[in-house]
């Protein structure tokens, strides 16, 4: 299994990102993937999961309106989305997966991407 992020950046405040997971070594089918991110200092945070048995699931209260996840099966990738930054997302964004349903907890999570760092200037 693997996973590579992609996308990460620098943006002003209010600007948008999209980044992505491409994945490969397991049938989307039978997993879920998730996005984490973790800011310094502080423990990393569940904020989106996409599986095909559940569509996609919300774990941070502050993205909803603004981070959306999507799958593109063709590509075997799965892409956040993320509209309106702000500088209090600034971390490093991980994309992970595991088989069966989602789950907003890392440990959760047996596989994991390398990190993009996604950076939001006031």
């Known amino acids: 299994v693997q996973l590579v992020e992609s996308g990460g950046g620098l943006v002003q405040a209010g600007g948008s990102l999209r980044l992505s997971c491409a994945f490969s070594?397991?049938?989307?089918?039978?997993?879920?993937i998730a996005w984490f991110r973790q800011a310094p200092g502080k423990e990393r945070e569940g904020i989106l999961c996409?599986?095909?048995?559940?569509?996609?699931?919300y774990y941070e209260d502050s993205v909803k309106g603004r981070f959306t996840i999507s799958s593109d099966n063709t590509k075997n990738t799965v892409n956040l989305q993320m509209n309106n930054l702000r500088p209090d997302d600034t971390a490093v964004y991980y994309c992970a997966s595991n088989e069966g349903r989602c789950s907003g907890w890392y440990r959760t999570y047996a596989y994991w991407g390398q990190g993009a760092q996604v950076t939001v200037s006031s």
């Open positions: 070594g397991f049938t989307f089918d039978d997993y879920a």
């Open positions: 996409i599986s095909t048995s559940e569509g996609s699931r």
